[in-house]
């Protein structure tokens, strides 16, 4: 009856904190109408950092402090994983919507896998690989809006690419990141990329605040970034890492899988924005292809015990 008790309380959290990342999405598309990307990113994880560092010092004791061969580690996933990623974010949604954004963003999981088959002699079966070709095909036929004609004429949305790109460099955070975590574990590795990502950003920040009408744009671009700071960031990490440790990677994963619904859900509330057939279309293509493509040995094999 308590474990029963403990894994409901751990879904409804996971549910919360996947409420919490599809909410970024809408914050972010309202805070890029009024601030750059730069400053947009500098303020995202130099508050997240600020939040979250005394929580690793408590927690780590002696051992929070960066060492030299650490440093960097935390310089690459900070350049690609925050920066990188959040640049092509942040402009991606300066020109398209904040639904199209979270469905293409889907397709992470799927990008890291191929690039961990390239680069980390990981194998991908056939079976895989047809998942890799369906959400391929999701991606394009929502990026085309339904329209084969598109591909011919090339009206194509520069924002679902640029939100590509950014999906693409998160990915490779996520190859990075892997190989990290047991040098430096989750909590460490985290804090410092938050801190340095800020740190290099702020140079650029303060040139974009002395050269655009930052402080002029009134409260709520800045509640924006505050409530993707704190939410989706900090709690919505925190989240995932205690689920990962009660119930495993590949149960936890399987909420992320809702983050373009509720996503797109919330932008038709908050965003009015528009639920196309093609975007139901293709957004069943990302997300079956996902869950069958983690989870096929579950699915297949459902009498042998999984190993989370």
């Not at 605040?209 to 925190?238: E, H, R």
Request: charged content about 10%; some cysteine; hydrophobic content about 55%.
């Amino acid at each position: 009856m308590t474990h029963k008790y403990t894994n409901l309380k751990i879904y409804l959290l996971m549910i919360m904190a996947t409420f919490f990342w599809a909410g970024a999405f809408i914050a972010a598309k309202l805070g890029v109408y009024e601030l750059s990307p730069t400053i947009l990113t500098f303020l995202r994880m130099g508050i997240a950092a600020v939040i979250i560092f005394p929580i690793m010092v408590i927690k780590l004791g002696t051992n929070w402090k960066l060492k030299k061969n650490e440093i960097k580690i935390v310089l690459a996933t900070s350049i690609v994983g925050m920066i990188g990623y959040h640049m092509f974010f942040f402009t991606a949604l300066k020109y398209t919507t904040a639904s199209n954004a979270s469905m293409i963003n889907a397709t992470n999981p799927l990008i890291t896998a191929v690039l961990a088959s390239l680069f980390a002699s990981e194998r991908i079966t056939p079976k895989k690989i047809a998942m890799l070709l369906l959400a391929f095909c999701g991606v394009v036929y929502i990026i085309i809006a339904g329209n084969i004609n598109s591909l011919a004429t090339l009206v194509l949305n520069k924002g679902d690419f640029i939100m590509l790109c950014g999906t693409f460099l998160w990915a490779v955070y996520g190859i990075i990141v892997k190989k990290a975590v047991p040098i430096m574990g989750p909590l460490k590795l985290t804090t410092y990329t938050f801190l340095f990502c800020a740190l290099i950003m702020a140079p650029f920040a303060i040139f974009a605040f002395a050269t655009t009408n930052a402080f002029s744009v009134g409260i709520n671009p800045y509640i924006a970034v505050i409530y993707m700071a704190i939410f989706p960031t900090v709690i919505g990490y925190s989240i995932q890492q205690y689920a990962i440790a009660q119930i495993g990677p590949s149960k936890a994963s399987l909420f992320i899988n809702l983050v373009p619904i509720i996503s797109t859900i919330l932008a038709v509330i908050f965003l009015n924005e528009h639920i196309r057939s093609y975007h139901l279309i293709g957004a069943t293509m990302i997300i079956t292809a996902v869950i069958v493509y983690n989870h096929s040995g579950f699915l297949i094999k459902k009498d042998k015990s999984v190993q989370d």
